[in-house]
C-alpha cells in the first residue's frame, strides 16, 4: 500500500499523488497524468478517494471542510458558428460562474455557446458527470481557465469520476494541453 500524504486543506482519510493511483481517476484523466510534459512535477497532484455521494460541489466542500474558493469546477461548453460545433472545457472556482454568454462565446468565436447536455458531455469525455477533470480532455479541445484558479495555491478539481477528487496547484492547470488563463471567465 503507498503511504497516504497530508492535503494543503480539507478533511480526507487519505491522499496519494495521483499518477501512483491510477484507478481512483478516470481513464482519461490516468493518460494525461502518465504522459504529463508540463514544468509543474505530476508528482504534485494528488487524488483523495472521496464518497461519489457527496460529489457536488456544496454538500462536496461541507463534507469534507474544503474552502468552496479553493474548490473549482469544470465544465463542457459547446459553441456553434453555422454547422460547425465546437466544444471547450471551462475552468472556475466553485465560488464563480463561467461566462458563457459574453466571454466564452467571443473567444471561441461562436455565434452561440451554452453548456453541453450532461449525455454529450459523459459522451464526449470519457469521464463521469459531476467528475469531469481538464486532465485527460480531447486534444483538440480548448480548455479556458479563469485566472484566479490559475493563481490560487492549490485547488480541488474532479478525477473525471464521482468518486475522488484531484488537488493540485492552480499553475498545473494552466499548463495543460490547450489550455488558455482567461481574465473574467468567471463572474
Known sequence: ???SLTTPFGRFEAAWRAVDRPELVADPTAAALRTW?????????????TDPEKADTSVFCESYDVPPELSANCVIVSAKRGENVTFAACVALA????DV?????????ARKASFA?????????????????PLGLPADWPVLIDEAVAATPHVLIGSGRRRG???????????????????????
Request: proline residues 7%; hydrophobic residues 45%.
Open 117 to 133: 447536455p450532461m449525455e454529450t458531455a459523459v459522451a464526449e469525455t470519457g469521464m463521469e458527470y459531476g467528475g469531469i477533470s
Open 165 to 187: 477528487k484531484i488537488i493540485l496547484p492552480g499553475r498545473f492547470l494552466a499548463q495543460l494541453p490547450g489550455a488558455e488563463v482567461l481574465p473574467q471567465l468567471a463572474i
Open 1 to 3: 500500500m503507498i503511504n
Open 95 to 98: 465560488t464563480t460562474r463561467v
Open 101 to 109: 454568454n459574453k466571454t466564452v462565446r467571443k473567444h471561441l468565436g
Open 37 to 49: 510534459a508540463g514544468a509543474e512535477p505530476v508528482e504534485s497532484v494528488l487524488v483523495v478517494d
